[in-house]
C-alpha cells in the first residue's frame, strides 16, 4: 500500500494525526526533500528505508514504491502542504494503477492555508471576495492561456499565488493590466509556519522591490486583494437580526 501524505506547511506539529501514525508505520518513504521539513522523518521506524524524491525522476520513485508493494511493504510519500496543489501525484496515481499498486491520499494543510494563519487574515471577507483563486506564473510548467495572470485579476477576488516570488516583475505587471491598481493591497508570506517565517505587507505595485529589499526569492506565497484591506462586511450568520436553521434572531 501507498500513502500519498501531505506533510503540511512546515511547522512538524502541523500534519494531521493520521499522517503521522503513518509515517511512524512506514517501511518506506520518499519525501519532497526541497519544501518537506526534514523533522517529520524523525518518526520513521529505525529501518524505514528513506528517499529524497528531490534528485529521482518520476520512474525512480515508481520502481521505489512497487519494489517495496512486492515486498508487501508500506510506502509513506510525503509531499509539502496538501498533496492536490502543486503536487504532481495524478501522474504517481496513475502509475500505480499501470502498475495494479493501490493507494490512498490523506489531505494536507497546504501552505495558502499557512499564509493566511500568518497574516491573521480571512480570505473570504463579506462585500470584498467570497473567492480565493489558486494560481501561478508560468515558469518551466506552462499555464494554460484561459488561466493568463491579467484574466484572474480581472476578478479582483482574493488570490494566492504559488511559485512565483522569482517572477514578481511580470507579476506585478499582469496584475495591473488585468484591473488592480498599484495601491491595492498585496503580502508576500516566506516559509509560514516554519520558525524562519516571514511576512511583509505592501501593494502589486511595491510586490518585487518588498522582495528584493528583504532577499526572498523563493518558498513564498504572494497573496493580493483588498481582504489585506481594513473594509467588509459583517458575516449574515452571526448578525444578531438574522434568522437561521439553528439560531432566532434576537433583534
Ligand atoms: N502542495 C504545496 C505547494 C507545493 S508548490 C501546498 O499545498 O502548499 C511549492 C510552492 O508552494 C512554493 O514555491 C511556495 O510558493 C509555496 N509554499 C510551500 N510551502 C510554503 C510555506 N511554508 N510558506 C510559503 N509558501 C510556501
Known amino acids: 500500500m501507498v500513502y500519498f501524505v501531505g506533510a503540511g506547511p512546515g511547522a512538524t506539529d502541523l500534519i494531521t494525526v493520521r499522517g503521522q501514525e503513518l509515517l511512524k508505520r512506514a517501511d518506506v518513504i520518499i519525501y519532497a526533500g526541497s519544501l518537506v521539513n526534514k523533522e517529520h522523518l524523525a518518526l520513521a521506524k529505525e529501518d524505514c528505508r528513506i528517499y529524497n524524491s528531490a534528485s529521482m525522476t518520476l520512474e525512480e520513485v515508481i520502481d521505489v514504491m512497487k519494489d517495496a508493494e ?3 511493504k508500506m510506502t509513506v510519500r510525503l509531499h509539502t502542504g496538501d498533496p492536490s496543489i502543486y503536487g504532481a501525484i495524478r501522474e504517481q496515481m496513475d502509475l500505480l494503477n499501470d502498475a495494479g499498486v493501490s493507494y ?3 489531505p494536507g494543510v497546504s501552505s495558502f492555508c499557512g499564509a493566511a494563519a500568518a497574516l491573521k487574515a480571512e480570505y473570504t471577507l463579506p462585500d470584498v471576495s467570497q473567492t480565493v483563486i489558486i494560481t501561478r506564473m508560468a515558469g518551466r510548467t ?3 492561456e484561459k488561466e493568463e ?4 485579476a480581472s476578478h479582483q477576488a482574493t488570490m494566492a499565488i504559488f511559485l512565483s516570488t522569482g517572477l514578481l516583475d511580470s507579476l506585478k505587471e499582469r496584475l495591473l493590466a ?3 491598481q498599484e495601491d491595492t493591497p498585496a ?3 516566506y516559509k509560514a509556519t516554519w520558525p524562519e517565517e516571514k511576512v511583509f505587507y505592501g501593494t502589486v505595485g511595491t510586490l518585487p522591490r518588498l522582495a528584493e529589499e528583504n532577499k526572498i526569492t523563493k518558498t513564498a506565497l ?3 486583494g483588498e481582504f489585506l484591506g481594513d473594509d467588509y462586511a ?3 450568520l452571526y448578525d444578531p437580526s438574522f434568522t437561521h436553521e439553528f439560531r432566532e434572531a434576537s433583534e
Open 149 to 152: 495572470m491579467s484574466l484572474l
Open 234 to 236: 459583517r458575516s449574515k
Open 222 to 224: 504572494i497573496l493580493v
Open 104 to 106: 490512498e491520499v490523506v
Open 178 to 180: 488585468g484591473g488592480y
Open 187 to 189: 503580502a508576500i508570506v
Open 70 to 72: 512486492q515486498q508487501e
Open 142 to 144: 506552462p499555464v494554460p
